[in-house]
């Protein structure tokens, strides 16, 4: 027997949260705690009132929480957000599901937390949208989530990859989204979507169903729509809730069928009665000891008995509407009874009700004895998606913001919640700490500012500042907390400053700047290098860094004293303060290429390109991390976030696919993340998925990750076709070598001086013929990066390259993922037009012309002698070597061997010779005769 299966065969309840031996991480992130809940799923409860834990969903994570003790087991296994999952009766079994492209289903050990059981690919069409698990904990049913639905019924407990049985539901039944099994047999189940209830009975390998008719006709009366369906607990019938507060009721066609000769068919099930049981609509349905269960959306929670008379009602709650409710697992043992509330009936009997668990819409989870009506919440998380998190400069506090309005902060050490405002009926859009933690400044959705007091949360100012009008999506704080700056959606800059009145300081708008044609990604204080004041950018994705004049800003005059357009073609996405790793001062930038770069903060020269992480998005934030206590004072690190997951990334950045790890943390979208004071935690949101989730961090990991990589240049080999020994280094090398020869003279009869560098001009034509052709601002950053790379070192400009440092620069400036085919259509479509077969498609004319006029725009005979070349009319190297071309000649080859109307298929394999019509061209793709032939040619 292995471990794992021991682990299994040895648990008992609650041995996750036992204290023992915390096992060292084995990754660099590791997920230590999880705010908030996705509150459209249910919570279920899992152990009794000594416990009192609770299990409930949090983006693609699910989540074991012990209440008492404030403990937290994550059961991390799914790459997509978790879209429903299920708790066996015993509670011993979970099992969950997601809709992600790669839809898993796994089953776990609810005492232990090991996965027993995962289900791969169960519906690959979109993945699973409702599951349930038999009253016998034996089998599970899931419901497809595509355009076409299937049941499926599972053996868990077998080792079949396969479902023993299933069926297609037809799309006019509706979105199925809640099935559940019969109480009394695993052979039957019953599913709903908000107009249609389906039956279903599984004999041997097949699984039929059959859906009733129900409309408003069917009794003269309005239905509603369907919440949820069950079977009656000791009959053939089943009952549907609706949210006309109505309960529908199932039972079984013929009368013959209920003969013991011919057993009950639940596909003979039609609806024999329609009960008006209340005024607020019913939202869950449960079977607990004999009773009904309804929920409803007023918060109220009702008893009835198998004959739908009413028992009891709980409706002084004040609850929202009702998400689920769970009851303990063993019934309660009453030492008073007179302690329990009394029947409705006539007889006036005690009615013992298991404790149980509820959750609202709204967010809500409250614990509810039955002895005395005793009510504890449990949770109160926001039901709005959460934008917006700050961690305090010098406390371990936590503050986050959700478009309901709820600013809540919290001790992040201790996992417990201190203090929370409500905004009612504000966005809260942003969050900013000043450097000393005493301020926290909100953002809202209809452009107010507020400032507050970190502790009490109280305004600072008299009023909020409601001038911009957009949403702020940005705010920094000065380093002296003199000043804090606001970006919103309409590109506006607008800048706060703190002033004296009447001896007391307090807070007034000077001005505000529109600054930006495009959205703005950064607003970013520092400090002037030749004084302690501060300096004030910001960075939007028309391509512009952009720096204010603090100084002459006056009221209603915010002065922008430089625009430096620091992007080509890439757009870039954040921007930050590099640390001091070398004598110069540098930004560092991430752009939507998957390249991060590094400029001079005064003269804003690009001076080093290095492909960054590449986690399938390029990247959304980057952070440097604060030092750490007791570490390397020399070692700096960066957190950065994708669409999708939370980075680590060793520095000096210099394009080793080694020194980065990257997490899964919200599959959904990251909408946010902010580190830890002392550099220990990073904190991400999630938005949509209404979490916030902690990750510690552990750098000895991440560095011998870079080890395992290999040293020096082995991790750069990777990164090339066939790495070391493939055919496309030794061109390289060929390359290399034949642009010595190049330099020399090719027809040079003097000895040849063999060397293992070239000179720093010869560095494009190595590019090019390698499948790589860089604009001439790229060709310029390249030359820079490498002739004032030892500048400040040594005195003196880098005149040469070696081969080793020329495959780093390949790599890092080349493009991530090749040229793609896409992008180049995209272009035509917007140059061009498409034609009748609908391709992407420009005119001659109108291409040579843009060649010619638009972007780093070639002169007529520059033009004619890179076509001419590509298209193989003149030897190589052109002009250079052959003498001046005949402009007629060329006018009218180029008319001859190019249509008129020119495809980008055809652009891309016939003159560009790349003839590789995929997605993805790169250039490891490229010919041997391709790579010569462009040694000459012009990007």
């Known amino acids: 027997m292995d471990e794992r299966a021991s682990a299994v065969f040895s648990a008992l309840p609650g041995m996750m949260f036992e204290d023992k031996n915390k096992e060292v991480s084995t990754h660099p992130l590791t997920l230590s705690w999880v705010f908030g809940y996705n509150s459209r799923l249910p919570v279920f409860n899992l152990m009794d009132e000594d416990y009192r834990v609770v299990l409930y ?20 296994g799914h790459s997509s957000c978790i879209s429903c999952f299920c708790v066996s009766e015993d509670r011993r079994w979970i ?14 050990d609810g005492y232990s937390a090991v996965p027993v059981h995962t289900i791969f690919d169960s519906h690959p069409e979109g993945g699973v949208s409702a599951i349930a698990i038999s009253h016998d904990s034996r089998f599970l049913a899931t419901v497809g989530a ?29 979105f199925q989204d809640y099935i559940a099994f019969s109480c009394r047999t695993h052979y039957e189940l019953v599913s709903n979507s908000t107009t249609q209830v389906i039956f279903y009975m599984w004999e041997g390998n097949s699984l039929q169903c059959h859906a009733p008719h129900l409309s408003d006709r069917t009794f003269n009366k309005a239905v509603g729509v369907l919440s949820q369906s069950l079977f009656h607990f000791s009959t053939e019938q089943a009952v549907t809730g609706t949210l006309e507060g109505k309960l529908v009721v199932w039972d079984v066609a013929s009368l013959a069928s209920k003969s013991a000769a011919t057993p009950a ?123 917006a998190i700050a961690c305090h400069p010098a406390k371990p506090l936590l ?192 752009n939507d290429q998957y390249k991060m770069k590094i400029y001079n903060v005064t003269t804003k020269m690009c001076r080093k390109t290095v492909l960054g992480p590449a986690y399938g998005s390029p990247l959304e934030k980057i952070q440097v991390l604060p030092p750490r206590e007791g570490c390397d004072p020399e070692k700096h690190y960066l957190a950065y976030i994708t669409t999708d997951k939370v980075g680590l990334q060793i520095l000096p950045v210099d394009g080793n696919p080694h020194r980065s790890s990257a997490f899964i943390c919200h599959p959904a979208g990251v909408s946010d993340f902010v580190c830890s004071y002392e550099g220990c935690h990073l904190f991400t949101s999630g938005g949509n998925d209404l979490t916030v989730m902690k990750w510690d961090i552990n750098l000895n990991v991440l560095e011998a990750a870079v080890s395992l990589g290999g040293k020096d240049l082995i991790p750069f080999y990777n990164l090339l076709n066939g790495g070391r020994e493939g055919e496309f280094f030794r061109e390289l090398e060929d390359y290399f070598y034949y642009a ?33 052709y860089p604009s001439e601002e790229q060709i310029e950053n390249m030359l820079n990066e490498v002739k004032f790379g030892e500048y400040l070192e040594t005195g003196k400009q880098v005149t040469e390259i070696n081969l080793g440092d020329f495959i780093k620069l390949y790599i890092n400036h080349r493009p991530a993922f090749g040229l793609s085919l896409k992008e180049i259509e995209a272009a035509f479509r917007l140059l061009g037009y498409q034609n009748e077969q609908e391709e992407a498609s420009l ?97």
């Open 57 to 76: 969903a949090a983006s693609h994570t699910a989540v074991i929480h012990d209440l008492r003790n404030n403990k937290q087991y994550h059961l991390q």
């Open 95 to 108: 099992a969950t599901a997601d809709r992600g492209p790669e839809s898993l289903v796994i089953v776990w």
């Open 146 to 174: 595509g355009a076409v639905q299937k049941v499926c019924v599972w053996k868990w407990t077998s080792t079949d990859t396969k479902p023993v049985c299933s069926v297609e539901l037809q799309p006019q039944y509706g």
């Open 265 to 387: 068919k639940p596909f003979n099930m039609k609806a024999i009665k329609l009960v008006h049981l209340q005024k607020e609509g019913i939202t869950t349905l449960a079977i607990m000891d004999k009773t009904i269960v309804t929920c409803d959306v007023k918060g109220h929670i009702k008893f009835y008995d198998g004959s739908l008379q009413l028992l009891h009602w709980y409706s002084q709650f004040k609850l929202g509407p009702i998400r689920s409710i769970s009851f303990s697992k063993t019934p309660v043992c009453p030492l008073n009874a007179s302690q329990f509330p009394t029947s409705c009936t006539l007889s006036g009997q005690p009615l013992i009700i298991r404790n149980f668990i509820l959750s609202t819409f709204d967010g809500v989870v409250v614990h509810v004895m039955t002895e005395q009506t005793q009510v504890t919440k449990c949770l109160e998380e926001p039901k709005c998606p959460v934008h």
């Open 399 to 590: 503050a986050k913001g959700s478009a309901c309005g709820l600013l809540k902060v919290w001790d992040y050490n201790l996992s417990k919640y201190l203090v929370s405002r409500i905004f009612k009926g504000q966005n809260i859009q942003s969050l900013c700490y000043n450097h000393d933690g005493s301020l926290l400044a909100v953002g809202f959705a209809d452009g107010t500012v507020c400032i507050l007091d970190s502790i009490s949360l109280e305004n600072e100012s008299l009023e909020p500042f409601r001038y911009s009008k957009g949403a702020i999506i940005h705010m920094s704080f000065s380093h002296d907390s003199q000043y804090l700056a606001t970006a919103d959606d309409n590109m506006s800059v607008a800048l706060y400053k703190q002033v004296i009145e009447e001896d007391k300081e307090v807070w007034e708008r000077l001005a505000a700047l529109r600054s930006h044609y495009k959205p703005i990604r950064t607003i970013l204080f520092g400090v002037h290098l030749d004084s302690d004041k501060p300096r004030l950018l910001s960075l939007g994705e028309d391509r512009l860094l952009v720096e204010y004049d603090l100084e002459n800003s006056v009221k209603d005059d915010l002065v922008a004293i430089r625009r430096d357009r620091i992007e080509q073609s890439a757009v870039p996405k954040y921007i930050t303060w590099y640390p001091q790793l070398t004598k110069e001062y540098f930004f560092l930038t991430a």
């Open 740 to 772: 010595q020869l190049r330099h020399q003279g090719i027809d040079t009869m003097e000895p040849r001086e063999v060397s293992t560098h070239i000179p720093l001009e010869q560095i494009p034509f190595v590019m090019r013929a390698m499948g790589f």
């Open 843 to 939: 005119n001659r004319d109108d291409l040579l012309l843009l060649l010619q006029h638009k972007g780093e725009h070639f002169t007529e005979e520059e033009l004619a002698e890179c076509l001419t070349t590509l298209l193989g009319m003149n030897p190589e190297g052109g002009s250079a070597e052959g003498g001046p071309y005949d402009a007629s000649g060329a006018e009218a080859f180029i008319e001859e061997e190019i249509p008129e109307e020119i495809t980008a298929t055809h652009f891309v394999e016939e003159i560009l010779g790349l003839g590789v019509p995929e997605p993805a061209i790169t250039a490891m793709e490229k010919t041997t005769e391709n790579r010569s032939s462009d040694l000459t040619a012009k990007s």
